[in-house]
C-alpha cells in the first residue's frame, strides 16, 4: 500500500481519526473501485460521497440524459446541462471535486452484453436504478459472471 501523501493526510484527516477507518482504511478507499449502474436520483449523491470519500475509482453507467424532471432531485445537474449524458456531466463534477478519483465512464445501458465489461476490475456493484429490469438484469448478470464480490442494491423501480 502507497502511503497518503500530505495532502491526502489534510483532505482526509476527519475520516482517518475514526477507529472504523484509521489511515489503513483510507488507504483501502484509494485503492478501491466501485462500479455504480445508474446515474440518477441514487447514483449521484452516491457518486459524490465516494468520490469525496477518496474512493480511488468509481465507473459511472447510464445511458440516461438529463431532463428538466430530474432536477429536483439529482442536484449534480443544473439547467444548463438538460439534453446531456448523465454520466459524462457527473464525471466532471466529480473530477472537480475529488482528483484524487478516477472516472471511468460508461455511457451504456448494463445488459448481457456489456456486463463483462462493466464488472471487470471492480471491488463494488452498486445498483440505483430505477426499473425493475435493471435490478433483475444486474441481478442475475452479476450472480452469475461476479460470485463471490459485493453488491448494493438500493432505491426503488419506476417501471
Same mark, same amino acid.
Given at each position: 500500500?502507497?502511503?497518503?501523501?500530505? !495532502?491526502?493526510?489534510?483532505?482526509?484527516?476527519?475520516?482517518?481519526?475514526?477507529?472504523?477507518?484509521?489511515?489503513?482504511?483510507?488507504?483501502?478507499?484509494?485503492?478501491?473501485? *466501485?462500479?455504480?449502474?445508474?446515474?440518477?436520483?441514487?447514483?449521484?449523491?452516491?457518486?459524490?460521497?465516494?468520490? %469525496?470519500?477518496?474512493?480511488?475509482?468509481?465507473?459511472?453507467?447510464?445511458?440516461?440524459?438529463?431532463?428538466? @424532471?430530474?432536477?429536483?432531485?439529482?442536484?449534480?445537474?443544473?439547467?444548463?446541462?438538460?439534453?446531456?449524458? !448523465?454520466?459524462?456531466?457527473?464525471?466532471?463534477?466529480? @473530477?472537480?471535486?475529488?482528483?484524487?478519483?478516477?472516472?471511468?465512464?460508461?455511457?451504456?445501458?448494463?445488459?448481457?452484453? @456489456?456486463?463483462?465489461?462493466?464488472? @471487470?476490475? *471492480?471491488?463494488? *456493484?452498486?445498483?440505483?436504478?430505477?426499473?425493475?429490469?435493471?435490478?433483475?438484469?444486474?441481478?442475475?448478470?452479476?450472480?452469475?459472471?461476479?460470485? %463471490?464480490?459485493?453488491?448494493?442494491?438500493?432505491?426503488?423501480?419506476?417501471?
Amino acid at each position: 500500500m502507497a502511503e497518503l501523501t500530505d !495532502k491526502q493526510l489534510t483532505r482526509y484527516a476527519r475520516q482517518v481519526i475514526l477507529p472504523e477507518v484509521d489511515l489503513e482504511g483510507q488507504q483501502r478507499l484509494l485503492e478501491s473501485s *466501485v462500479l455504480i449502474v445508474g446515474a440518477g436520483g441514487l447514483g449521484c449523491p452516491l457518486a459524490q460521497y465516494l468520490a %469525496g470519500a477518496g474512493v480511488g475509482r468509481i465507473r459511472l453507467a447510464d445511458n440516461d440524459l438529463v431532463e428538466l @424532471s430530474n432536477l429536483p432531485r439529482q442536484v449534480a445537474f443544473s439547467e444548463s446541462d438538460i439534453g446531456r449524458s !448523465k454520466v459524462e456531466v457527473l464525471a466532471g463534477q466529480l @473530477s472537480r471535486a475529488n482528483g484524487d478519483t478516477e472516472i471511468d465512464l460508461r455511457v451504456e445501458k448494463f445488459d448481457a452484453r @456489456s456486463a463483462g465489461d462493466m464488472l @471487470s476490475g *471492480v471491488d463494488l *456493484v452498486i445498483d440505483a436504478t430505477d426499473s425493475l429490469q435493471a435490478r433483475l438484469d444486474i441481478d442475475s448478470t452479476t450472480r452469475r459472471d461476479w460470485s %463471490g464480490q459485493e453488491r448494493i442494491t438500493g432505491g426503488q423501480w419506476l417501471s
